[in-house]
T-cell receptor, first 114, second 113 residues
Framework: GAVVSQHPSRVICKSGTSVKIECRSLDFQATTMFWYRQFPKQSLMLMATSNEGSKATYEQGVEKDKFLINHASLTLSTLTVTSAHPEDSSFYIC??????????FGAGTRLSVL | GENVEQHPSTLSVQEGDSAVIKCTYSDSASNYFPWYKQELGKRPQLIIDIRSNVGEKKDQRIAVTLNKTAKHFSLHITETQPEDSAVYFCAASTGEYGNKLVFGAGTILRVKS
């Protein structure tokens, strides 16, 4: 299957700082990437759909100014958590869709905000 | 919008027994149904998927069945092994919006040896 790389795998930051997470499709081009948030022992909650060359589409209740998404190329999407606070601590996972419309997931980023 | 319900939330089976996880969906336009396996702290891995033009698909010990009329689909794992222990998520998609998926709540499967 296709490979999706996500970095960093873990980040610890101070409250008020911004954190950038990268998601790359390594062996395929992804017109669409997705960003999810996952709380312990819960399902994947879609935050936004990232489209190459256009603005991301955010799910209801997700602050677009808080979670900035950029999809600058067909292989890279970034999620920036701005002015992070302890309540933003979570597991963030990206995914990318290949040309068969199958979603492959990154390994996730565990964000801890102190 | 689409709503996917998944049952049971936890499932314990003895090694060698079968495990069945069921999901229902609400949007009759959904046409793609993947199943993902997620081990603790790791990425969800696609284990099998089915599209609405077939009723059953099998891959070794894993099978998925789809009933479009009733709008439900199920994952069947036979001859379970301890390494099958994980969280399993079903999902549904209409194929729109880049194949946006709506996930079920997940099932924790424990295989006891």
């Amino acid at each position: 299957g296709a490979v999706v790389s996500q970095h960093p795998s873990r980040v610890i930051c101070k409250s008020g700082t911004s954190v950038k997470i990268e998601c790359r499709s390594l062996d395929f081009q992804a017109t669409t990437m997705f960003w999810y948030r996952q709380f312990p022992k819960q399902s994947l909650m879609l935050m936004a759909t990232s489209n190459e060359g256009s603005k991301a589409t955010y799910e209801q209740g997700v602050e677009k100014d808080k979670f900035l998404i950029n999809h600058a190329s067909l292989t890279l999407s970034t999620l920036t958590v701005t002015s992070a606070h302890p309540e933003d601590s979570s597991f963030y996972i990206c995914s990318a869709t290949d040309d068969l419309n199958i979603q492959y997931f990154g390994a996730g980023t565990r964000l801890s905000v102190l | 919008g689409e709503n996917v319900e998944q049952h049971p939330s936890t499932l314990s089976v003895q090694e060698g027994d079968s495990a069945v996880i069921k999901c229902t969906y609400s949007d009759s336009a959904s046409n793609y149904f993947p199943w993902y396996k997620q081990e603790l702290g790791k990425r969800p891995q696609l284990i099998i998927d089915i599209r609405s033009n077939v009723g059953e698909k099998k891959d070794q010990r894993i099978a998925v069945t789809l009933n479009k009329t009733a709008k439900h689909f199920s994952l069947h794992i036979t001859e379970t092994q301890p390494e099958d222990s994980a969280v399993y998520f079903c999902a549904a998609s209409t194929g729109e919006y880049g194949n946006k998926l709506v996930f079920g709540a997940g099932t924790i499967l424990r295989v006891k040896s």
